[in-house]
């Protein structure tokens, strides 16, 4: 990363034994680490806020996308359900408004007797149990057997 070799490093530490002397090289060195280790927890924790961040703004753009899905499926809906209601209304028959006397009042309707019935239709058949399945097959093995 900073490009040093194992030569500039040997001659950083005698500088610095030089200069520190060997009497407070490992308070120096232990002081230099504590030094190290706060850069480390401060990049880390600025990392994970950034990154925080960037969910975040994640989250916003799919919150809206989100909600702008919903708006449209709202809207669809709403035009459907006002096409459904426009065919009901057009399919309603409106009754008389005024009830007619009963002398001027029309024999009652019969219904259609010509028209096909309809029939239910049958309903389909239901699996068979594992005993009944059992006894289906001794049947055919003993019929297989008498032949």
Known sequence: MFDISWSELLILGIVTLVFVGPKELPV???TLGRYAGMVRRHANDFKAQFDAAMREAELDSMRKEVEQMQS?????????KSTINDAASAAKIEAPAAPISASAAAPAIQPDTTAPQMTPLPSPPMPASPSEMAAAEARQAAVKAES
């Not at 449209?72 to 459907?80: A, P, Y």
């Open 28 to 30: 120096f060195l232990r």
């Open 72 to 80: 449209s499926i709202n809207s669809e809906v709403m035009k459907v």
